[in-house]
């Protein structure tokens, strides 16, 4: 099936070179917010005009970082599946050793469950006192978490 979707292999290197792109502007704006956090705690002005407090900025940073993983992960693995396909597994990163879609999927929804806890905790942080839409970031993790588990339960 592979070799059937190699015509499109300069479509893809396009995708996979903006997603790295997309990925390395995360990781600016991660450390972008975590120099914030840094310059707030050791200036000790704790409350920041925003009512920030510097460990929220980390915690944002953190978020960042968290998509910049899912945007390296989707975009390394959509090139290892079609435009690396003829790479030898033993000279790739073993997290980067993917062979199907399902694999990356499988890889990809994890990151992307983790990414959206560590939002959720960020975003609750942020405001303790919010109302019960705050809840809904959380049941959709937990459904997501749910379906993962029904779907990857051991047989």
């Not at 899912?70 to 062979?99: C, H, Y």
């Not at 905790?121 to 405001?127: A, I, P, S, Y």
Request: a positive charge; hydrophobic letters at 55%.
């Amino acid at each position: 099936m592979l070799h059937k979707i190699t015509p499109f292999k300069y479509v893809y290197i396009v995708a996979v070179i903006i997603t790295l792109i997309n990925s390395v502007f995360f990781i600016g704006a991660g450390i972008v917010r975590s120099i914030k956090g840094y310059r707030a705690f050791f200036k000790k002005d704790f409350f920041i005009s925003e009512g920030h407090h510097p460990g929220l900025y980390l915690l944002e940073a953190l978020d960042s970082f968290m998509i910049s993983l899912v945007f390296m992960i989707f975009g390394l693995g959509i090139a290892r599946l079609f435009v690396f396909d003829k790479t030898e597994g033993k000279k790739l990163p073993q997290w980067l050793n993917v062979s199907s879609l399902d694999e990356l999927k499988t890889m990809l929804w994890k990151t992307i469950l983790f990414a959206l806890v560590t939002f959720a905790v960020t975003d609750f942080l942020k405001d303790p006192h919010a109302s019960w839409d705050a809840l809904i970031l959380p049941i959709i993790i937990f459904i997501l978490s749910a379906s993962f588990f029904l779907i990857h339960k051991p047989k």
